[in-house]
């Protein structure tokens, strides 16, 4: 096509067009015709010439059509082609449509054809078979049930303590702990174990307030275990300092530490999550054990003893679960009880079947133990002011706790009052025999504030960026190119013999390079200039001055990306004030929007792309050749230093609450969407909002307005719907206007967006002002109608994407980088505001209900999980009164991110001090050397074998077998996201350049490895060597050397090759060093000079033409 279609180049050949079509003469169909023309259905009698041009000349409504189709009830769509295109784009613009192709790219047959129409039957469209296959001739039959596919899954085995000898200590024998460690100094034991609800399932069934956590009663076992280390067998007083709570499966390292002198022993109790080097350890209990358990008592005779009142206790249970402590069954231990006279109650107590075989590797088990307690909540006897029966107290001390006999599984017990809230405790078996027991229990009120409850923060889910100083990088020379407009007149550095100068293209440096006019740089820098001053100053323009900041950043990374003659270059965006990163207090929007763009191409093209952000373009600009030769891909100069963004830990504020009042107004955006509603139904019940004001596009007619007024007024709030679009400031100014003087808006809460991903290479400015519109305009509107208010909360709802970036995100992440710079700027004037870059909501029907399983899947392998509604909505209360306007709530796995090892990106490393390993698939040579030593067969195989490791990991599945080498890989479930994540493996494991559409232009891993033998071009010398390690002899040196001579006269054929590797060999030598005595300048030594060196050095002789 040698035209733009649908712009005004087309309005050039209009008149030839509709001489040609002239003689098209259109009539009326039977099947009904929807145009992405006109928006809307057609009488096809009306498809003639000048509709025909409107069609190439005009917008095309895709996203209209298909929006409006859906609302009719249309759900099915089949594109009829040689290989579907628009699939992914219905599926996109309606989640709920089933959207389906014909034939594919190289399979057109009829199989084809038929596998497509058992594709749509599948998904329930009707297939008229019998135009298909004619007369079957017979009965249908009944398909099998479900299609085995004799797939192994075998059980994943929980983690239990090993052999402690192999690791040089001594089994405890204890089903908590796992071994014990003597220190060589004799100072005391050290017991250490592993738990988890998945390990010990009877934990899980102890639930306070919502949370599960470890009871008391298995901290008093422990104890009295670490205890007899040392000969000591009772516990003199044990308080508990913190709950252990246990977040679904996840395991917990125990270190029971005792230390013992003069008589007793000190135990204190110890935990954090398994593999979390990096945290500190939480201290749960301590206690003082000494030795000289009172002698047991006689054994009791009658039971129950005689005047003994039975009572109820069928409804206990449920009792407890009302009023917040629910056990599961291993709990549920209490068979009967009795009260004895004003001050006893008695009960008979016996441990599940389920647990009582494990019993006797128990001193007590801690769920008999517990269940002993639960007579509490029976009878008078323990009714106080703040009564312990209500279910809203737990142990909180225990002293004079003496083990009489273990492993029991069915006993009596003595509850009798110790004191305020306080209880003595007699444990007997079933022959009256004393087993244990406990002088005074003191019990305390727990609130579901020191629990967490619902609302418990997640570890490690609360961060913000802070820019610590980065060393230089080591001098080495790159030569740079500008590419733009040189707004900051740098032409005269870069006008220099080292460097290749100011071009006005991509595109236009390549033909210089090509035509030899500038030599070939290795880094092309471009700079992002906005208005100077004021950042805001500009009012209406800023929204403006935001699309042009990321039209022209983005015409230039896709011409750079599309120039096949600029591969092996970098690309360095240099913006000004964009980022917070010192004194200066007030970003520049645009240029901060910028960031957001850029993060996420660099995700898409690692190691490519490097951002840098000056204060000053002219005292910036000598740190500017240091800060793109480093490996960080973002960084800061400051007052001559380089800075570099860390995420970091922050602390989250004490819930204070938001200060709301009874008058007060609060105003909420994207009202309709799932967060929207979440925070409305949060304030107006958690914060006693009264009056809320509550913007969507359709207002009151949103799907589910009607649920949650009725909710909010239920809990006590008065709502009003606006259908305001919050990207029109006239709108906005008409809500604010109307909010009554005697309910003054007293809070904004931001959360209206839209997404529309895409690659940068498609990425279009259309879509991105789609993404900004909501937004960063909103926002905009929000924070200058706004302005002169005094506002509680200034809440914007920003994503994880503008701070990790993420593949097709571009835009988003452009148009949240737009809030976090916004809030920055509010605080710089003493305006209230925080901006949340939000992690992916779990339940949210929000913008990560868009994500599926897979993609949840590829989330979790890289560090990020899912935040449940409950723990955002903490972590919102959370944040409200820190000292830092932009916030990053996002739930990350640092296990998971050790795992990366050396491809864990510069920005998380703070938090991961030390990665576990370098990372096996990172080093393409050891791969090339493999491969170059096999045959073509096995060289094909062992290839192949890599590309669908790699699919496989991708698409989450367990095995490469699981991925089809000849099936495409759009069949097997990549999209053009998944298709970045598997080019950029590629790309690392074999240093092959990829485009990001490789599974459309290889659409097989065949295919594709087929491609890469050619590209790899295994059979020549490019090959490269082996690494020489530390152990590296003088021999091994020279002999890569003398490789690295032999190589030298094919590779350096031109001046300009000459040069760069003149430069590369001038580092070598200085950062060898020079021989005593030896009086060579390496700086003033010619290009000539250094290549006779290192023949002369090595004494190889090799002539260089």
Not at 378 to 406: K, M, R
Not at 595 to 621: F, N, T, Y
Not at 1040 to 1062: F, N
Not at 1087 to 1098: Q, R
Request: aromatic residues 4%.
């Amino acid at each position: 096509m040698d035209y733009a279609s649908h712009s005004d180049q087309v309005g050039l050949v209009r008149d030839e067009l509709l001489s040609v079509l002239s003689s098209v003469v259109p009539r009326s169909s039977s099947v009904p015709f929807f145009s992405t023309v006109t928006g809307g259905w057609l009488d096809t009698a009306e498809l003639g010439a000048e509709y025909w041009y409107r069609n190439l000349r005009e917008t095309v409504r895709f996203s209209d059509a298909i929006e409006t189709l859906t609302a009719q009830g249309h759900r099915s769509f089949v594109e009829c082609s040689p290989h579907p295109v628009l699939t992914m784009a219905i599926q996109e613009t309606s989640e709920d449509a089933v959207a389906l192709g014909t034939l594919r790219r190289d399979d057109g047959d009829l199989d084809r054809f038929l596998r497509s129409l058992g594709e749509a039957h599948t998904r329930g469209v009707e297939v008229d078979w019998s135009a298909v296959i004619g007369d079957p001739g017979g009965p249908a039959i009944s398909l099998p049930t479900y299609a085995f596919q004799h797939e192994r899954y075998w059980p994943q085995p929980t983690t239990r303590p090993g052999d402690p000898a192999g690791l040089g200590q001594i089994a405890a024998g204890h089903p908590l702990l796992g071994a014990t460690v003597h220190p060589a100094d004799g100072g005391g034991r050290i017991l250490t174990g592993s738990l988890s609800a998945a390990t010990h399932p009877w934990l899980a069934d102890h639930s306070v307030l919502d949370t599960v956590i470890v009871p008391g009663s298995a901290f008093v076992e422990l104890a009295l275990r670490a205890g007899r280390e040392l000969g000591h067998d009772r516990i003199d007083e044990l308080t508990l300092e913190a709950p252990l709570v246990l977040e679904g499966d996840t395991a917990y390292d125990l270190q029971v530490s005792v230390t013992g002198e003069s008589g007793t022993s000190e135990v204190s109790i110890h935990s954090r999550p398994s593999g979390a080097v990096e945290e500190n350890w939480t201290r749960h209990a301590s206690a003082t054990l000494t030795h000289g358990t009172e002698p047991a008592a006689s054994p009791e005779g009658q039971w129950p003893p005689q005047g003994a009142v039975p009572l109820a206790a069928e409804d206990l249970y449920q009792r407890l679960a009302d009023s917040g402590i629910d056990y599961g069954p291993a709990f549920q231990g209490l068979r009967a009880a009795w009260q004895l006279g004003d001050a006893e109650i008695l009960a008979d107590v016996q441990l599940p079947e389920s647990e009582a075989a494990d019993a006797g590797r128990y001193g007590l088990h801690p769920a008999l133990l517990d269940a002993a307690l639960h007579g509490m909540g029976l009878g008078s006897v323990f009714t106080t002011p703040e009564d312990t029966s209500s279910g809203g107290s737990v142990a909180f001390s225990w002293s004079g706790v003496s083990l009489h006999a273990s492993g029991a599984t069915s006993v009596r017990v003595r509850l009798a009052p110790a004191g305020d809230n306080a209880v003595s405790v007699r444990i007997a078996d079933a022959a009256g025999a004393a087993v244990a027991s406990v002088e005074s229990l003191v019990m305390r009120p727990v609130s579901a504030d020191q629990l967490g409850g619902g609302g418990r923060l997640p570890r490690n889910s609360l961060f913000r960026l802070t820019w610590p100083e980065q060393p230089l990088p080591a001098d080495a020379f790159h030569r740079i190119a500008l590419v733009g407009p040189d707004t900051w007149n740098w032409a005269p550095w870069l006008s220099t013999g080292e460097h290749s100068g100011v071009f006005p293209t991509p595109g236009a440096l390549a033909d210089a390079v090509a035509a030899g006019t500038a030599q070939r740089p290795d880094i092309i820098v471009t700079t992002v200039t906005t208005v100077p001053g004021d950042p805001a100053s500009s009012g209406d323009d800023v929204p403006a001055e935001v699309r042009d900041a990321l039209a022209d950043v983005l015409g230039t990374v896709r011409a750079w990306l599309s120039d096949d003659r600029l591969a092996d270059t970098r690309l360095a965006v240099v913006t000004r004030r964009a980022i917070p990163a010192g004194p200066e207090a007030e970003p520049e929007l645009p240029a901060a929007s910028v960031w957001g763009l850029l993060r996420s191409a660099q995700s898409e093209h690692p190691d490519r792309i490097v951002v840098v952000d000056i204060e000053d373009e002219k005292s910036d600009i000598g740190l500017l050749p240091a800060a793109v030769a480093g490996a960080e891909p973002q960084l800061a100069i400051r007052a001559g230093r380089l800075l570099a963004p860390r995420l970091t830990r922050a602390e989250p504020a004490e819930a204070t609450g938001f200060g709301f009042t009874e008058h007060d107004t609060v105003l909420i955006t994207g009202a309709s969407g799932g967060l929207g509603r979440l925070v409305a139904r949060h304030l107006a019940t958690a914060h006693g909002v009264r009056h809320l004001v509550l913007l969507s596009r359709r207002g009151d007619q949103a799907e589910g307005a009607g649920e949650l007024a009725a909710d909010l007024v239920e809990a006590g709030a008065e709502v009003t719907f606006a259908a305001c679009d919050v990207a029109d400031p006239a709108a906005v100014a008409a809500v604010l206007d109307a909010i009554p003087a005697d309910r003054p808006l007293a809070g904004v809460v931001h959360t209206a967006g839209v997404v529309d991903d895409g690659l940068v290479e498609s990425l279009g400015t259309g879509q991105v002002d789609r993404v900004l519109r909501p937004k960063a305009d909103g926002a905009w509107n929000l924070h200058r109608l706004t302005g002169e208010l005094d506002l509680k909360a200034f809440i914007l709802f920003s994503s994880g994407a503008t701070t990790f970036g993420g593949p097709g995100q571009g835009a988003y992440a452009a148009a949240n980088a737009f809030l976090d710079a916004l809030a920055v700027l509010r605080r710089a004037r003493g305006l209230s505001a925080t901006s949340l870059a939000w992690g992916v909501w779990s339940e949210s029907n929000g913008m990560g209900s868009r994500l599926d399983e897979t993609a949840l899947a590829r989330m979790a392998r890289n560090g990020a999980l899912p935040l449940s509604v409950a723990e955002g909505l903490a972590l919102l209360d959370a944040t409200h009164g820190l000292d830092h306007a932009a916030l990053v709530p996002v739930r990350l796995d640092l296990a998971a991110l050790r795992e990366l090892g050396d491809t864990l990106p510069p920005m998380v490393r703070e938090l991961v001090p030390t990665p576990a390993r370098k990372t096996a698939a990172g080093d393409s040579a050891t791969l090339l050397r493999t491969l170059a030593a096999l045959g073509e067969a096995d060289r094909r195989r062992e290839l192949l074998d890599t590309v669908r490791a790699n699919a496989a990991a991708v698409l989450g599945h367990a095995s490469a077998s699981a991925v089809d080498p000849e099936r495409s890989f759009l069949e097997q479930g990549f999209d053009s996201l998944t298709a970045v994540e598997l080019r950029n493996r590629v790309t690392r494991i074999t240093g092959a350049r990829l485009r990001a559409t490789l599974i459309f232009d290889f659409p097989t891993p065949s295919r594709l490895t087929e491609h890469l033998l050619e590209q790899l071009d295994l059979d020549s010398a490019s090959v490269p060597a082996p690494s020489m390690s530390g152990t590296d002899t003088e021999d091994t040196v020279l002999d890569q050397l003398d490789r690295l001579s032999r190589a030298l006269p094919s590779a350096v054929s031109d001046d300009d090759s000459r040069r760069r590797v003149a430069a590369r060999l001038r580092d070598l030598l200085r950062s060898c060093g020079e021989p005593s005595g030896s009086g060579g300048d390496l700086d003033t030594a010619s290009d000539d000079e250094l290549f006779a060196l290192v023949d002369n050095e090595f004494e190889r002789g090799v002539e260089i033409a």
